[in-house]
């Protein structure tokens, strides 16, 4: 399945090519990211504890980076391992245009899913993407700029574009992917 | 299974001391979605605190226009209910309409509403009958309480003990059931009150809402053509392999027009 996305985020290209590329700042912004482990200058593992309704569960999640073009893109692929639940896995581009009023991000992620994942549909991938894109990119956007959550008008600011496709980064998105499981079984 | 300890507290008082004395508890009130939860891993809680023997959580009381029914109470008890079926007819066939008998004997009004599943019916008649969330400390208003998908206004260890219904003039509810579990693909509710209709739709987006544009086309005239010819905006609907964003758009207006030929009969 696929999911794309943009955001518009008010500031220079490279400051957002930078935290893009800083674990720490990824870590900080991921929500229920509990660690980040760089295992390489382009490899890093993340464990993240995912909290949706009823299920609350810890993913193992390797990332790597390639294809690197900075300050313009790469490509992002990673693994999501749940224990028993399954695993995804897939790669997201990610690519940075300079507009007038600071920078937009674009994305467009691929997944393919296993073991119990491999059945299930999109029921609700949208929803749970688009609540987690918002956090996420509501982080990162603080952290680029703190002053953004006083809604300055000199302040960073967001806009998710097009609503129906908004969506989030391969980590967090194959996350979600993989808690979705148990809302298939179940019915 | 994995090891987890299991409390049953007799009161709410002993609940909470549980539940503020274990590390990762979680309140179990009829399982049917956290035991599922359980089974496959997603959910590794340390404590699970079963309000089922809760005596404070059961019962359904008449207070002048109100119907205030225990968290506790399961459908099937909701749906069988001569005080129900008398005062909130709807509220009967809401509830006789979820899932199978085995869920309907073991589901609770509490466990459904706590959990805001973005397809479960509860939620809609939560918002429609304009009611208050009781919780072990405050009242939480219907409008303030569905925050988001599987997201509500309760506190962490906080306990919904009952929810206040308000009785309608007339209501009822439609839903498109998913053919499988019977969750609502799109439901809506619908009830005229003394001040104000009020329109509620579950299934299509991450939460129950209501419908301010069906609410004021009813209250002009409350009749299923009032509906014709209004557009719903399917932009932040949910699509699946069962109906596209789209398809739910056109369903709320189809269940919208079906409950009010439903309340007018």
Known sequence: MDIKGEYRIGCERQRVWQALNDAEVLARCIPGCESVDMQGPTRLKASILATIGPVKSKFD???????????????????????????ARGSADVRLEEIDDGTLLVYDAKFQVGGKLAQIGSRLVLG?????ADDFFGNFSRELDPGAQRGSEIGLTMDQVPARARGMLLAVALVVVALLIWWFLIR | MYEFNYHRPASL??????????????IVAGGMTLLPAMKFRLARPSDLVDLAHVGELRGIREKGDQLEIGAMMRHAEIA??????????ALADLAQGIGDPQVRNRGTLGGSVANSDPAADYPAAVLALDAVIRTD??????????????????????ILTSVVFRQPKRAAYAKFPNP????????????????????????????AFRAPQLEQALSRNFSPASLDGLHIDADDFNSDMHATAEYRA???????????AAASA
Do not use: C, W
Not at chain 1, 128 to 132: E, S
Not at chain 2, 13 to 26: M, Y
Not at chain 2, 80 to 89: F, N, P
Not at chain 2, 250 to 260: E, G, Q
């Open chain 1, 61 to 87: 999640t390797q990332i790597t980076l390639e294809n690197l073009n900075p300050p313009v893109g790469y490509t992002l692929t990673g693994e999501s391992k749940g224990g028993p639940a399954g695993f």
């Open chain 1, 128 to 132: 749970a993407t688009r609540k987690l």
């Open chain 2, 13 to 26: 008082k002993e609940a909470r001391t549980i539940l503020a004395g274990a590390s990762d508890a979680r």
């Open chain 2, 80 to 89: 069988g209910g001569e005080l129900v079926r008398s005062r909130i007819a």
């Open chain 2, 137 to 158: 400390r405050r009242d939480i208003p219907a409008a303030d309480f569905f925050t988001g998908m599987f997201e509500t206004a309760l506190a962490p260890a906080e």
């Open chain 2, 180 to 207: 499988a579990s019977r969750y609502a693909v799109v439901g809506v509710m619908v009830a005229e009150h003394a001040d104000a209709v009020r329109v509620a739709v579950t299934g299509a987006g991450p939460r």
């Open chain 2, 250 to 260: 056109h369903l709320v207006l189809v269940m919208a027009r079906r409950a009010v």
